[in-house]
Structure formats: structure tokens, C-alpha cells
């Protein structure tokens, strides 16, 4: 069973920068995603990146976030740059597509002054 762990969370000011990590056991070498929910929304694709690397990121979000992924340590990175209040909410890891069944607790990301 996969095991996804969400961490590096945080609050965060306006403008500010902050990157999240997710650990994965139990599966191999997947493409992967981020995702987030924010309160009273739907869980939506942030990015993914694929086993070799290669990077997608939402159309709204791609200009300031990046995705990165290191193989040898099975892990998956989120770069968000110039944060703004209305990216405050939970980062989910997965693959990609997601697993539903492979859900962690996401960590939570606040951006207020």
C-alpha cells in the first residue's frame, strides 16, 4: 500500500515563498502530483511531474509554483513563489493520476498578513 507523507507547511506572508515536501513508500517510481483543497473548495491539480522529469503545472499557477521530484530519496517537491492569500489550503500529494485510496493528511499552507 502506498504512503504518501505531506510536510513544510507553514503560514506564510503575502508574496512570500515556501516549498512543501512529500515522502512516498510502498510504490514504485510513478509520475506524480500535488493538489490542493482549500476551505469550502474542491481538491484541484496543482502540478505534476512525470518519472523522467517532465513538468506540468495549472495554467493559473505555472508562472510561480515548480515541481520537482528527487528518485533517490522517493520524494516530491512543491516550489511556491509570490503567494498570495487565495492559495491558502491543504497540498496533497499523489500520483498521478491520483490514487484515491493513497490520500495523506496534505499539509496545510496559509497565506495571510
Known amino acids: 500500500q502506498v504512503q504518501l507523507v505531506e510536510s513544510g507547511g507553514g503560514w506564510v506572508q503575502p508574496g512570500g515563498s515556501i516549498r512543501v515536501f512529500c515522502a512516498v513508500s510502498?510504490?514504485?517510481?510513478?509520475?506524480m502530483a500535488w493538489y490542493r483543497q482549500a476551505p469550502g473548495k474542491q481538491r484541484e491539480f496543482v502540478a505534476s511531474i512525470s518519472i523522467t522529469g517532465d513538468t506540468s503545472v495549472q495554467n493559473d499557477l505555472r508562472d510561480r509554483f515548480t515541481i520537482a521530484r528527487d528518485n533517490a530519496k522517493n520524494a516530491v517537491h512543491l516550489q511556491m513563489n509570490n503567494l498570495k492569500p487565495e492559495d491558502t489550503a491543504l497540498y496533497y500529494c499523489n500520483t498521478y493520476p491520483p490514487n484515491t485510496s493513497a490520500w495523506g493528511q496534505g499539509t496545510q499552507v496559509t497565506v495571510s498578513s
Open positions: 510502498g510504490s514504485n517510481i510513478r509520475a
